[in-house]
């Protein structure tokens, strides 16, 4: 089976803090992706990656940087945290043809900045 | 532009009741695919179905089954005899076909309690 593993499940960070956090997917999957999660919005795309390097811009990238070195981990970075950002942060990877096949998904990471 | 509606925020049913997810969505393209997930209160979303915009097959897995409609852009889910088990929240998800650079677009989500 596949494994999405977030690195945090709860997290809380003081706003203008820099905050990172990270995926780890073990099934050598091309694409990842960082998604927010707000009730009444559903799941929305922060950035996606389909290689090693390689970087997308989702519909919310605003505030939010995202760096993949290594196929396996996809990176998410709060440049300078700030309230509207607290949300529930979802990654999930796939393989093949984005948007074809199904995504797996992490945990999550409940993310509070006070 | 694309698009998905799940106008059902939350729905109550009873253990054994059949209950009915609606999903309609927009797109222009021709081709693309259509999901459900589920995600149980443990917070991970699981994959449950593929659709291909070019297969209107109905499709029945056990309790669960999915409907198709091209002609009213719908992608409803439907759980039979509904139990405790199935409380979660269920989104619905379009993705046009493509290479990179397209993106999967989820709607805001459908709360399902069921009561024993």
């Known amino acids: 089976d596949v494994k999405v593993t977030q690195s945090s499940r709860y997290l809380v960070k003081r706003t203008g803090e820099k905050v990172f956090l990270e995926c780890v997917q073990d099934m050598d999957h091309e694409n990842m992706f960082w998604y927010r999660q707000d009730p009444g919005l559903g799941l929305r795309l922060i950035y996606f990656s389909y290689d090693v390097k390689m970087k997308e811009k989702g519909d919310i990238p605003e505030g939010y940087s995202v760096s993949r070195e290594k196929k396996e981990r996809f990176s998410l970075i709060l440049e300078s945290a700030s309230t509207n950002q607290t949300s529930m942060y979802l990654c999930?990877?796939?393989?093949?043809?984005?948007?074809?096949?199904?995504?797996?998904f992490g945990d999550g990471t409940r993310l509070s900045i006070l | 532009a694309q698009k998905v509606t799940q106008a059902q925020t939350e729905i109550s049913v009873v253990e054994k009741e059949d209950v009915t997810l609606d999903c309609v969505y927009e797109t222009r393209d021709t081709t693309y695919y259509l999901f459900w997930y589920k995600q149980p209160p443990s917070g991970e979303l699981v994959f449950l179905i593929r659709?291909?915009?070019?297969?209107?097959q109905n499709e029945i897995s056990g309790r669960y089954s999915w409907n198709f409609q091209k002609s009213t852009s719908s992608f409803n889910f439907t759980i039979t005899a509904s139990q405790v088990v199935d409380s979660a929240v269920y989104f619905c998800a379009l993705s046009p076909y493509g290479g990179r650079g397209f993106k999967t677009i989820f709607g805001a989500g459908t709360r399902l309690f069921v009561k024993a």
């Open positions: 999930a990877s796939s393989t093949g043809t984005v948007g074809y096949q199904p995504q797996h």
């Open positions: 659709r291909n915009s070019f297969d209107e």
